[in-house]
T-cell receptor, first 107, second 117 residues
Framework: ELKVEQNPLFLSMQEGKNYTIYCNYSTTSDRLYWYRQDPGKSLESLFVLLSNGAVKQEGRLMASLDTKARLSTLHITAAVHDLSATYFCAVTQKLVFGQGTRLTINP | NAGVMQNPRHLVRRRGQEARLRCSPMKGHSHVYWYRQLPEEGLKFMVYLQKENIIDESGMPKERFSAEFPKEGPSILRIQQVVRGDSAAYFC???????????????FGQGTRLTVV
């Protein structure tokens, strides 16, 4: 059974700090997605990573993929309050999700 | 181009009633996925459909739940004889036709929040 594990599950950080969210998956996948979800809202697509070594950046968020280690990271640089949300990674075409990382950024 | 449309946004049902959740994919998308999200939890895959065809229903409960995506009209997730444990947010997503070697992105609807009383 394919398992996707994120850590940490909860992350509270101060504005201006850097941090990384990790996503491990148990079997081969030809893609990895990162989504953002605000409370009570739908999921917003952030990144789609397709190949080993892929790196994508959007604003203060940067995602990378290591298919050999079955690991993706979502790095947050100089966090701001607006980035507070729950972040999910997902793999395979049918989207098997991790548990989510609830990120809270404090002023 | 409208996004993925789900309705209703909120649905209240008494125990034992039926719930029908609708999902209209984005224009040009032929694949639909359904997920369930319990409060404070991640999304659990339920079923993956193409028009008139169920591709993967490995996440669907064996009883009371069914899904369809007819040639015309929206995809329907149907829950018969609802119980309190069915209360959750149900999201659908859609993606375009997947070609050989082509990776596509899935876009999510706003979700239907089902409450069973």
């Amino acid at each position: 059974e394919l398992k996707v594990e994120q850590n940490p599950l909860f992350l509270s950080m101060q504005e201006g700090k850097n941090y990384t969210i990790y996503c491990n998956y148990s079997t081969t996948s030809d893609r990895l997605y990162w989504y953002r979800q605000d409370p009570g809202k739908s999921l917003e697509s952030l990144f789609v990573l397709l190949s080993n070594g892929a790196v994508k950046q959007e604003g203060r968020l940067m995602a990378s993929l290591d298919t050999k280690a079955r690991l993706s990271t979502l790095h947050i640089t100089a966090a701001v309050h607006d980035l507070s949300a729950t972040y999910f990674c997902a793999v395979t075409q049918k989207l098997v999700f991790g548990q989510g990382t609830r990120l809270t950024i404090n002023p | 181009n409208a996004g993925v449309m789900q309705n209703p946004r909120h649905l209240v049902r008494r125990r034992g009633q039926e719930a029908r959740l609708r999902c209209s994919p984005m224009k040009g998308h032929s694949h639909v996925y359904w997920y369930r999200q319990l409060p404070e939890e991640g999304l659990k895959f339920m079923v993956y459909l193409q028009k008139e065809n169920i591709i993967d229903e490995s996440g669907m409960p064996k009883e009371r739940f069914s899904a369809e995506f007819p040639k015309e009209g929206p995809s329907i997730l149907r829950i018969q004889q609802v119980v309190r444990g069915d209360s959750a947010a149900y999201f659908c997503a859609s993606s375009p036709l997947v070609g050989t070697g082509l990776i596509t992105e899935a876009f999510f609807g706003q979700g239907t929040r089902l409450t069973v009383v």
